[in-house]
């Protein structure tokens, strides 16, 4: 099975908040991470949350970890049609090479 | 300071043929991985190069190989290739010991 998932799709409307879910399974996970994609483009790093922390707040972004249930959440206020794109949830071990494992993303549709 | 670059931006190739993507690093970053993204699915992990070295290896087959030159570019060769291989390359780069990864913006290789 996956080591991390989220669901597929999420829509809202503009001004609303956005609060995008994932679970993941490696309970050495020591780096969990939200990445964002727009159409035809990389990937770019959101933020990141260490697991030795229950929440991060950077602006507009609040993640929150639930290191019990393996929960991760972001939570996007105030969302914008520029917010439009795919989530992607991930997950890494330290060690020093960090490689994320990475859900299947989840498609952020806003609307006015 | 630039970003990291991928070339070609798409690619279209036969069953059977062999094919070379590329990646420059951003300024300063030692260590490059390669993802395949397939359509609607997370990028999976393929390689990552430090220091012109292997450093760790996903779960893809001999014929997915790479180079890492000293001014830290990297390429991504795969031979034989299937129509599986249709997909999103994408290189990130990263400096010694860290999480954070820079993505390029990814080649479009597709295989008739």
């Given at each position: 099975?996956?080591?991390?998932?989220?669901?597929?799709?999420?829509?809202?409307r503009?001004?609303?908040?956005?609060?995008?879910?994932?679970?993941?399974?490696?309970?050495?996970?020591?780096?969990?991470?939200?990445?964002?994609?727009?159409?035809?483009?990389?990937?770019?790093?959101?933020?990141?949350?260490?697991?030795?922390?229950?929440?991060?707040?950077?602006?507009?972004?609040?993640?929150l970890?639930?290191?019990?249930?393996?929960?991760?959440?972001?939570?996007i206020a105030?969302?914008?049609?520029?917010?439009?794109?795919?989530?992607?949830?991930?997950?890494?071990?330290?060690?020093?090479?960090?490689?994320?494992?990475?859900?299947?993303?989840?498609?952020l549709?806003?609307?006015? | 300071?630039?970003?990291?670059?991928?070339?070609?931006?798409?690619?279209?190739?036969?069953?059977?043929?062999?094919v070379?993507?590329?990646?420059?690093?951003?300024?300063?970053?030692?260590?490059?991985?390669?993802?395949?993204?397939?359509?609607?699915?997370?990028?999976?992990?393929?390689?990552?190069?430090?220091?012109?070295?292997?450093?760790?290896?996903?779960?893809f087959?001999?014929?997915?190989?790479g180079?890492?030159?000293?001014?830290?570019?990297s390429?991504?060769?795969?031979?034989?290739?299937?129509l599986?291989?249709?997909?999103?390359y994408?290189?990130?780069?990263?400096?010694?010991?860290?999480?954070?990864?820079?993505?390029?913006?990814?080649?479009?290789?597709?295989?008739?």
């Amino acid at each position: 099975g996956e080591d991390v998932e989220q669901s597929l799709f999420l829509s809202v409307r503009e001004g609303d908040s956005s609060v995008i879910n994932c679970t993941y399974t490696d309970s050495s996970s020591t780096y969990l991470y939200w990445y964002k994609q727009e159409p035809g483009a990389g990937l770019q790093l959101l933020t990141y949350i260490f697991s030795n922390m229950d929440m991060k707040q950077d602006q507009r972004l609040t993640v929150l970890l639930n290191k019990k249930d393996k929960h991760l959440s972001l939570r996007i206020a105030d969302t914008q049609t520029g917010d439009s794109a795919i989530y992607f949830c991930a997950e890494s071990e330290g060690g020093g090479s960090y490689i994320p494992t990475f859900g299947r993303g989840t498609s952020l549709i806003v609307h006015p | 300071e630039t970003g990291v670059t991928q070339s070609p931006t798409h690619l279209i190739k036969t069953r059977g043929q062999q094919v070379t993507l590329r990646c420059s690093s951003q300024s300063g970053h030692n260590t490059v991985s390669w993802y395949q993204q397939a359509l609607g699915q997370g990028p999976q992990f393929i390689f990552q190069y430090y220091r012109e070295e292997e450093n760790g290896r996903g779960n893809f087959p001999p014929r997915f190989s790479g180079l890492q030159f000293p001014n830290y570019s990297s390429e991504l060769n795969v031979n034989a290739l299937e129509l599986d291989d249709s997909a999103l390359y994408l290189c990130a780069s990263s400096g010694q010991g860290s999480y954070e990864q820079y993505f390029g913006p990814g080649t479009r290789l597709t295989v008739t």
